[in-house]
């Protein structure tokens, strides 16, 4: 009764039908009433975050819940050794000459630091109050330590600026012979490249070019085309931002031409150059390998898959096979022929492997029952969860089921923890997996969620 007199006494206070409809302070207008009176109690709907006359409201008072990643922290355990499958071409960025990365020239052997005493906050990590987000511009965009700028550096070491047009104008504006005031005119643009003329007023004629050439080709066209590959980044997009920052570049023609006669061929035999050094200090051992296919789309329509074989102690990939789908009977067989002449390689070289880590594509799992049925053949623990997750999500959008999404955490941690402690026995794992069951009670509201976890850890 209290809490219906509260509501009676702000319909009548109020301000020409100003209201307040959620908690989130959105206003809204409503018409003014037509009875001066305040309406009955039967007429007034109460809800939990807002108040308002003459409509009804249903509220659901169950939080909302949102599927998140899972991150499993096992502190009875040794840390887990996380390995990236990902590989990037890092060369340009991380220090390492080209001619070292690709086996040209030996690996120099870096300088020893010295131990500095003072202990200096880096950047600020330690202050409570520290936003990266209050900074202006970026750190990486002022550089105060001097570079002396070199005449004789290798192509593929130096360092590319952007000069701006009137800066370039007042460098070449005056004669190197006799210091008069000249005019400098482009006399011709090949890609990245331009060449300039200036003549003097006493006649003395300077010929400029802003970078080296190979064989009649700009360095920079080459760098340019090989740096889109190594990035990953989208040809024309990067050729639209130049166009835009009206910078003289290359065309995709010319991409496409330096990539086949340049840059590819520099990555393969980069790649072979490296496997056959990793194959031969990998000579005598077996091997444990995990393997995964990826495609250029996903679905049934993909034309290219590659495939992906990792040693998992060091976490090094000792080769990758690229399969077009019409080299087999359809795209979803580009998984399982990956895998064969991945294998095939291997084999070649002289190595053999014990245990394979796979996903559950079916030709596969197939393919070594029959072929290789005394190896060792595991199911990788993330696409099980991955598929239960899925699994619970879909079942938990049907009518009357969504209690289920909250158990899906929970079902995904506990594929984890068995995974984790069950060793090779397989006849423990699936009797652990199926007592998830045996923990949903009949009332799940009732029940602490995590409580089943500690109980049967312990």
Not at 196 to 210: A, D, I
């Amino acid at each position: 009764m209290n809490i219906l007199r509260q509501v009676l006494q702000e319909v009548e206070t109020s301000n020409e039908g100003q209201c307040t409809v959620s908690a989130s302070q959105e206003d809204c207008e409503v018409p003014p009433p037509v009875q001066e009176d305040p309406p009955p109690a039967d007429e007034v709907t109460v809800a939990a975050t807002s108040t308002q006359t003459e409509k009804k409201c249903q509220v659901d008072i169950r939080p909302p819940q949102r599927t998140r990643r899972i991150q499993v922290s096992m502190t009875n355990v040794k840390p887990v050794k996380t390995l990236s499958t990902g590989v990037q071409c890092s060369s340009l960025s991380d220090g390492v000459p080209l001619r070292v990365a690709a086996g040209l020239a030996p690996q120099p052997v870096p300088p020893q630091l010295e131990e500095s005493d003072s202990d200096e906050d880096d950047s600020g990590d330690h202050d409570p109050d520290y936003d990266p987000l209050d900074q202006t511009e970026d750190v990486e965009d002022h550089h105060h330590g001097s570079y002396t700028l070199r005449s004789n550096a290798p192509p593929e070491e130096e360092r590319q600026f952007l000069v701006s047009e009137s800066c370039l104008a007042s460098i070449l504006g005056k004669c190197d012979l006799c210091e008069e005031p000249c005019e400098p005119v482009v006399q011709f643009t090949r890609g990245t490249m331009i060449g300039t003329v200036s003549t003097c007023t006493n006649g003395h004629t300077t010929q400029w070019e802003s970078q080296k050439c190979h064989h009649g080709m700009p360095w920079s066209n080459l760098l340019l085309a090989g740096s889109m590959v190594f990035s990953g980044i989208n040809t024309a997009k990067c050729l639209r931002l130049f166009r835009h920052l009206r910078v003289p570049t290359i065309s995709a023609s010319t991409f496409n031409r330096i990539q086949s006669a340049y840059v590819v061929p520099a990555a393969l035999f980069t790649w072979y150059f490296h496997q056959v050094e990793l194959l031969n200090q990998y000579e005598g051992r077996t091997l444990s390998l995990g393997g995964d296919a990826r495609c250029d789309s996903p679905g049934f329509s993909a034309k290219f898959g590659s495939y992906t074989l990792m040693d998992l102690e060091t976490g090094k990939v000792v080769d990758f096979q690229l399969v077009q789908s019409n080299e087999v009977a359809g795209s979803t067989h580009m998984e399982l022929e990956g895998l064969k002449r991945g294998l095939q390689r291997l084999e070649d070289a002289g190595l053999h492997f014990q245990t394979l880590v796979t996903d559950r594509h079916g030709m596969v799992k197939k393919f070594m029952r029959t072929e290789h049925h005394d190896k060792k053949h595991y199911f990788d623990v993330w696409h099980m969860a991955k598929g239960i997750s899925k699994k619970l999500e879909a079942n938990a959008k049907k009518r009357d089921c969504g209690d289920i999404r909250l158990w899906t955490k929970s079902s995904v941690n506990h594929c984890y923890w068995v995974a984790t402690f069950s060793g090779d026995n397989g006849e423990m794992k699936e009797q652990k997996l199926t007592s998830l069951v045996e923990h949903v009670p009949k009332n799940m509201t009732t029940v602490n969620m995590t409580s089943w976890m500690k109980i049967d850890s312990g």
